[in-house]
């Protein structure tokens, strides 16, 4: 499977944008998928995944404004991102790899798949 990000911008702190995972060459629904974010001078870090049975997970950060989700029949996995802030100023990655398990969804270097970010920009 490939996956291509998307919907990144430029957008006013309390704003929101979704960005767009597609994937081609495979099934999204067939795998667990990640979304993380590296801020410049920072290392990349977790956002927020959703299973293949369309559990969600959050990082502490973006719960409650973020919200990741999947139309299986566009084959696509969407993060909704709203009342954004300066500091979520980053380019996102999303993420997959064979054999992810749930316990392990936040953890970077088990994703061996990576689409090529998005840079989402927050200004104050």
């Known amino acids: 499977v490939q996956l291509q990000a998307s919907g990144g911008g430029l957008v006013q702190a309390g704003g929101s944008l979704r960005l767009s995972c597609a994937a081609s060459?495979?099934?999204?629904?067939?795998?667990?998928i990640g979304w993380f974010r590296q801020a410049p001078g920072k290392e990349r870090e977790f956002v927020s995944a959703?299973?293949?049975?369309?559990?969600?997970y959050y990082s502490d950060s973006v719960k409650g404004r973020f919200t990741i989700s999947r139309d299986n029949a566009k084959n696509t996995v969407y993060l909704q991102m709203n009342s954004l802030k300066p500091e979520d100023t980053a380019v996102y990655y999303c993420?997959?790899?064979?054999?992810?398990?749930?316990?392990?969804?936040?953890?970077?270097?088990?994703?061996?798949?990576w689409g090529q970010g998005t840079l989402v920009t927050v200004s104050s």
């Open positions: 993420a997959t790899s064979a054999g992810l398990i749930t316990s392990s969804l936040r953890n970077k270097d088990l994703y061996h798949i």
């Open positions: 060459g495979g099934t999204v629904r067939n795998y667990h």
């Open positions: 959703i299973t293949r049975s369309r559990d969600n």
